[in-house]
């Protein structure tokens, strides 16, 4: 109770901050135009968040360990568009300040018989507060868009790839890969989510794989979703592993009973939906006698506070290393920390990152909070003829959104390159 006393003060201080920093910035653009009704719809989505923790904290034994709340996501939405507008207000205004600061020490050491007065113009010291005020507008409206249809807008990313071993009768082979489906985030709100699981089957793939993060916290979370999942389409068989959010950490303690019955339940639906999981396990695919291998490990990260249980020599076992094969791999940094340099995997498929669910971008660079954490966050990347491809999610967590960084349906065409001659 005392801890999380202290963080609320904290956070109620942070907040308070921003929120008297960013009134001085829009009463310096608008002055009396900015009514003192507009200070308190201004500073009410803080009030909002911060009720809302107290209240969430004092009567959380009321709700199921694990279980998303449509109220919870509702202000969580609302709060994260909130603190984005004046995170971009606050920014440039303070940039104005700075430098509006600078202009003031330079004059009073160098024209101290200088006025600041221009006749009623705007003032320069307010120009980058007004840009901010501006940009602000077009962040309110990217977070609006993303929690209310960016989170739903599936897009589908067609990767090709060639590769010298693979054996020619798997020429063309198309493989889907769909990660991090947050099950318990979409709170049974079943019709947008269905578009894209269609959007899957038109695509009539080979495969399916899925890599981790089934639920958020419990195994019950996915109960809802097992005859939508069971409904995906692939000509040759669904295979699936685990996230860090599946094994039910974050809900229940270490060893318990609670903790192992929530495991046996999130491995019966994983056989409800119709995939195949595998745990440090491997999969012959076999097309006109012959095979290539899929490897399947548990979740293994470079974060010590995600679970570490991913063997990728317990899960090869049997397999010729000089074979062609694909890994699934939850949690990139394995592929970075384990793979890259010391094993002969064709093609590694990842999720975790989510992308941040936020990014920016202008041409061909992009950029997350994600490549804060993680040097390979999204897409496809190479090193010594290796290929690991991380998928930015399919669901969310958290911020009940995504901005500028869409859900995604990977497509991989694997081809066989011929040799020159």
């Not at 295979?239 to 929530?262: P, T, V, W």
């Not at 966050?377 to 967590?397: A, H, I, R, S, T």
């Amino acid at each position: 109770m005392f801890g999380f006393i202290v963080f609320i003060v904290i956070l109620l201080s942070l907040l308070s901050l921003l929120d008297w920093y960013t009134v001085k910035a829009l009463r310096r653009v608008f002055k009396s135009k900015f009514k003192k009704w507009m200070v308190w719809a201004w500073i009410s989505p803080t009030v909002l968040m911060i009720l809302f923790m107290v209240v969430f904290f004092v009567m959380r034994s009321e709700y199921p360990k694990g279980v998303s709340n449509k109220l919870a996501y509702m202000v969580s939405g609302i709060s994260f568009t909130a603190l984005a507008t004046k995170a971009t207000i606050f920014l440039f205004h303070f940039l104005d300040d700075i430098k509006n600061f600078f202009l003031w020490a330079w004059n009073k050491v160098f024209h101290p018989k200088d006025t600041n007065t221009e006749g009623g113009r705007i003032s320069r010291g307010s120009f980058l507060t007004q840009m901010g005020i501006g940009l602000s507008a077009v962040t309110f409206g990217s977070f609006a868009y993303g929690v209310t249809r960016g989170k739903y807008n599936y897009q589908v990313v067609e990767q090709p790839l060639k590769f010298k071993n693979l054996p020619i009768e798997f020429n063309g082979l198309k493989i889907i890969q769909i990660s991090d489906l947050h099950l318990g985030s979409f709170l049974e709100d079943a019709e947008p989510v269905q578009h894209g699981f269609d959007l899957i089957n038109e695509l009539e793939a080979d495969y399916i794989f899925f890599t981790g993060d089934l639920v958020n916290s419990v195994a019950e979370e996915a109960e809802y979703w097992v005859p939508f999942l069971k409904g995906l389409k692939a000509k040759k068989g669904k295979f699936s592993i685990l996230g860090n959010h599946d094994y039910g950490e974050y809900a229940f303690k270490d060893d318990s009973q609670e903790l192992i019955d929530n495991m046996v339940q999130l491995k019966r639906i994983h056989a409800d939906m119709g995939f195949d999981l595998l745990m440090n396990e491997n999969r012959k695919l076999e097309k006109d006698g012959k095979t290539i291998d899929l490897i399947g490990v548990e979740n293994w990260g470079k974060v010590h506070r995600f679970p570490r249980v991913g063997d990728f020599d317990l899960a090869s076992e049997g397999l010729h290393p000089e074979d062609f094969n694909i890994l699934l791999s939850h949690d990139p940094t394995h592929w970075e920390e384990k793979i890259m340099n010391d094993k002969d995997v064709n093609l590694t498929m990842s999720g975790h990152t989510h992308g941040f669910q936020l990014g920016v971008g202008l041409g061909d660079y992009k950029w997350s909070p994600a490549s804060l954490s993680y040097d390979r966050w999204k897409g496809l990347y190479e090193e010594n003829g290796k290929f690991l491809y991380v998928n930015p999610g399919f669901g969310f967590l958290g911020f009940p959104g995504r901005v500028n960084m869409a859900p995604e349906i990977t497509v991989f065409t694997l081809e066989k390159e011929e040799k020159l001659t």
